[in-house]
């Protein structure tokens, strides 16, 4: 097992400084400054091999973080020259999904020490707490197959890929950047380059090294590997993304090897489309020589895939093929068995995990033709998971399955319309079916989706309410990613911002905080929202720890104090908004606060509190001067000084 699990990733998290634990408190290094070049500040971690810390490289001011190895191993030969292969394997690595190595070394107590680039964001297994949409799993494991392929070119396996050692990083943009980690029991294919003259393997065969749940089937068995070990444990990555959890898992990690040699992955839900499915199946074959041959084929097959599935020709490729499977009714008086997520993921993380673990994923493309043939293709194969022959109820494992009287051809031919931008036809097939079964769910979505195609006050309103009446009668519709998809977008339309909040706050729960988010952060005055309606949103917003982190408080409070003298409550209200601006303080809200004169008593409020909120306006704006003219006044003096 990889010894120094976790370690990386914890130490790369920055805002703590750990206390080191009992047997590493005679070998605090903080402080010290090592080859003369950088210095260490904290301590964030700590694992099996020894202590990661934070520190800064002196000449550049280069925040790093430095893995120092414990003395106990840096006395085995064997470990500590597995330490300085990690070295030396990352370091031949310059791309920009692999961790920089900066330098190896032996501090004056003889200890061995790799410095690296710090990074701040998350383990890829803090990411997959449900089911990751499958575009953006793609996006995911194209980065791990990009620094595979670069690995593999210079002579490297990797031989522990897993989410714990993928680190998920954001750029200037937002843009999500993953960095390949630990090549802490890499083998070194090519032996002439490791310059110690030693021809024998890294590892004997029979060793087993890795973590049981992204093993690949040679490597649980203890034989020789290649570069197609890391393939399949890319595989179980993807398909850990797509699923929510690994196919193999439990306490007995020998139970789970002997389960990559043998048992076959559970199949991945029926909504994940075809292509990719297959793709993944290929990628986790048991005998390597049927799997993918390379990361380069393998990431060259992804890329396609991605702009298939963008474009909408995957969803094409899938609504023939379903149209032309689909049983017929007569003989089959049961029902298709539903898409249903991995039973380790709860039947509401594919979309609300979202906003439970306060991450905001990129929304839909805004495009109308990429998201209306995502929901077609969606809506096909929703087909045999939402549609009853008989119209009976049915259930499932304790779970009630969806439930439709509407025949799957009239289904696919409503996709075509709406596929092809042909609203009218599309309400022309509607329009009747809706007649006969006023309370089909299935029914007001496409209804909704139809009159959204060409957005008017009145067509938008209409399909807002329709996507409405849907999830009151079918709440589970919010767990499918392309519903949801297309109502975030409608939500989003110029029409009917003031009922997409109100839906927000009504319906949708904590998977509608990202659109109220964006309600409250706009800057834009046109699109500003009532003191109201706002503070409707920010009372919605505090039900999920985490979310106060991402509201604009200085936006809001210049809003605020632009704003509370409409109400009836004015005083009042300056009240609460005083104690706000003592949580978040800032020089825009200090520069506002010094336009704002004596508030006037109204006729809904006693005087006496209209005196007190212009007491306390003076006390808070006296507060804010010391902190803000002061730090102006000095900086003045530095400017002038030089």
Not at 102 to 113: K, P
Not at 314 to 336: G, K, N, Y
Not at 573 to 597: A, C, F, M, N
């Amino acid at each position: 097992m990889d010894l120094s699990r976790g370690c990386y990733a914890r130490a790369t998290m920055s805002g703590s400084n750990h206390e080191l634990s009992a047997p590493y408190q005679a070998f605090d290094l903080r402080g010290e400054v090592l080859a003369e070049r950088y210095r260490i500040d904290e301590v964030v971690g700590e694992g099996g091999m020894g202590v990661v810390y934070g520190g800064e490289q002196i000449s550049l001011h280069r925040p790093v973080a430095i893995k120092v190895l414990s003395p106990e191993l840096s006395e085995d030969a064997n470990l500590r020259g597995r330490f300085e292969r990690e070295a030396r394997s990352t370091a031949r690595l310059e791309h920009p999904n692999i961790v920089q190595v900066l330098e190896l070394g032996m501090t004056e107590r003889g200890l061995m020490f790799i410095v690296m680039q710090r990074l701040d964001g998350e383990d890829l297994s803090d990411y997959i707490t449900g089911p990751i949409a499958p575009l953006r799993a793609i996006e995911f494991a194209l980065q791990i197959l990009r620094a595979l392929e670069h690995a593999h070119r210079q002579g490297i396996v990797h031989r522990d890929l897993k989410p714990d050692n993928i680190f998920v990083t954001k750029d200037d943009s937002g843009a999500e950047n993953l960095k390949l980690l630990d090549f802490g029991i890499a083998k070194i294919m090519d032996s002439s380059e490791r310059g110690d003259g030693d021809n024998s393997p890294v590892t004997q065969i029979g060793m087993i090294f890795g973590t049981p749940q992204y093993m690949s089937p040679e490597q649980a068995s203890g034989m020789e590997i290649d570069a197609r070990s890391d393939l399949y444990s890319a595989g179980l990555m993807l398909y850990t993304m797509l699923s929510g959890a690994p196919p193999f898992d439990g306490d007995d990690l020998g139970a789970v090897a002997r389960m990559q040699v043998t048992v076959e992955p559970p199949p991945l839900s029926d909504a994940i489309p075809a292509e990719l499915r297959a793709f993944v199946t290929h990628m986790l074959k048991k005998d390597r020589d049927e799997r993918v041959s390379s990361a380069s084929e393998a990431r060259s097959c992804l890329e396609k895939m991605r702009l298939a599935l963008l474009s909408g020709d995957s969803a094409l490729h899938r609504s023939r093929t379903r149209e032309a499977d689909a049983p017929d009714p007569a003989s089959r008086p049961d029902i298709v068995t539903p898409v249903e997520p991995h039973p380790a993921a709860s039947s509401r993380d594919r979309i609300h995990w979202n906003g439970e673990n306060r991450r905001i994923e990129p929304r839909a493309p805004r495009g109308r033709g990429i998201v209306m043939a995502a929901a077609a293709a969606a809506a096909v194969l929703l087909v045999a998971a939402l549609v009853t022959w008989n119209q009976r109820p049915h259930r499932l494992e304790g779970d009630e399955v969806f439930a439709s009287s509407i025949a799957p051809a009239s289904l696919t031919e409503i996709d075509r319309a709406l596929l092809a931008n042909d609203s009218t036809t599309a309400l022309q097939i509607i329009q009747p079916l809706r007649d006969e079964f006023p309370e089909d769910p299935i029914l007001m979505w496409k209804s909704g989706s139809a009159l959204s195609i060409k957005p008017s006050r009145t067509n938008s309103s209409r399909a807002l309410a329709r996507y409405e009446d849907a999830i009151v009668r079918r709440p589970e519709l919010l767990d499918v990613p392309e519903f949801f998809a297309e109502l975030d977008e409608l939500m989003r339309g110029r029409y009917v911002r003031a009922e997409a909040v109100n839906l927000a706050l009504q319906r949708l729960d904590s998977s509608g905080h990202p659109f109220l988010l964006e309600q409250i952060n706009t800057p834009k005055s046109s699109r500003s929202l009532s003191y109201i309606d706002r503070h409707r949103i920010l009372d919605a917003l505090a039900t999920s720890e985490g979310n106060e982190a991402l509201i604009d408080w200085e936006l809001n409070l210049v809003q605020d104090l632009t704003q509370f003298r409409r109400l009836d409550t004015a005083c009042e209200t300056l009240l609460l908004v005083l104690d706000s601006i003592s949580q978040h303080p800032s020089k825009k809200v200090y520069e506002r606060l010094k336009r704002l004169k004596r508030v006037k008593n109204g006729d809904a409020e006693p005087p006496e509190i209209c005196d007190a909120a212009s007491k306390r306006l003076e006390v808070t704006r006296d507060g804010l001067s010391k902190e803000f003219e002061t730090a102006d006044n000095a900086e003045k003096a530095n400017v002038a000084k030089k």
